[in-house]
């Protein structure tokens, strides 16, 4: 079921810093309390294949997140010590460090349970009995938050499918500009392209155009 719309669980969960600090982070608070968006992205697991690379490639756009007044958080089911020992591999061996934005431990899966992004599936035998078939690891899930905690965006690629990064900034921008003047965002729009009234005269001119 889609949370599109709907309130960032109001959760808190373990998190690790670039420093190895163990934190705890609510989503909802950080977007709320701080007036900003979230871009909240979970992988599998540490010291995976994809992932590695995933990570870096948020890392590599923190700076176009920050001006868009966003901020990235990324999360598994590892341990904060799993992250950690992970920050301290060198990118040239698979590791992530360098990475400087907080990476959610959660554990006991409470959060990610509520998100519904868990691979849990299950399958009869022949006898029967319920046969649990799934890693017990999260999809590659992504949330984009405003700032009253509301989910405005949600993604989930199974785990061989690495994600688009620049696809979430043209996202956040489109969203702020309808947060800002109001008007909606055709297909493949980006910043500084013309948007659209949301009545049907403003689409057909709009369509006449383009």
Known sequence: MSLVGKKFPNVTVD???EMGDDLRINIFEEATTNQQKIVLFWYPKDFTYVCPTELHAFQEALGEFEKRNT???GASCDTNEVHFAWLNVSKDNGGIEGVTYPILAD???QLANLLG???QDFEYNEEGEEVFTGSNVTYRATYLIDETGKIFHEAVNDM??????NE????IDAYTHVQKHGEVCPA???EGKEAMKANSTSTAEYLAKN
């Open 107 to 109: 554990t006991h899966r």
């Open 168 to 171: 979430f900034l043209r996202l």
């Open 117 to 119: 992004i868990v691979d």
């Open 15 to 17: 998190a690790m810093s």
């Open 160 to 165: 061989p499918l690495g994600r688009n990064v």
């Open 71 to 73: 901020k990235v958080i």
């Open 188 to 190: 493949n729009w980006e």
